[in-house]
């Protein structure tokens, strides 16, 4: 189900309130976060979903192996590889037409922000750990 103008709107605005930039791009709205692009759809009228996606190419050092691990350390994120990218989301139930929608939002984003800051330090001990292998073949 595509996510309705008036809820992509929504989010924009949700975004701005809490200082972040966003645009509307096709049926999602994007923005970004410590360094990494996000986006946000509208699911079913009733939640949402927000999603990270890096190119496996800047980080080729991040396997399966890390995905797994990543996954067992935040059981509240999502955490895969798809063909190119790795990506992380969340799913979150919200009635946007409730009275605290733009609350539960808010919350939402941040926790996400929070999210990507863990995908970031997982990225960086990933290649970390691939220099201090390569180090110590050559010692």
């Known amino acids: 189900m ?9 989010l924009v605005n949700t975004l701005h ?3 972040y ?11 970004a976060a410590s360094g990494f692009s996000f986006y946000i759809i509208g699911k079913h009228e009733s939640g949402l979903q927000i999603r ?10 991040f396997t399966s192996e890390h995905v797994n691990a990543f996954n067992a ?18 799913d ?10 733009q609350a539960i939002c808010s919350r939402a984003i941040f926790l996400f922000d929070g999210a990507i800051g863990f995908f970031r330090t997982a990225l960086t001990e990933a290649r970390r750990e691939k220099q201090t292998l390569q180090k110590e073949a050559t010692t």
Request: proline fraction near 3%.
């Open 17 to 19: 309130e809490n200082g």
């Open 52 to 61: 990270c996606a890096v190119d496996r190419e800047q980080y080729p050092d």
């Open 73 to 90: 350390n935040y059981r509240f994120i999502k955490s895969y590889i798809q063909e190119e990218d790795i990506i992380i989301e969340t």
């Open 92 to 101: 979150h139930i919200v009635d946007f037409s409730a009275e605290n929608a």
């Open 21 to 31: 930039r966003g645009y509307i791009e096709g049926t999602a709205v994007f923005s």
């Open 2 to 10: 595509e996510t309705s103008p008036a809820i992509l709107d929504f």
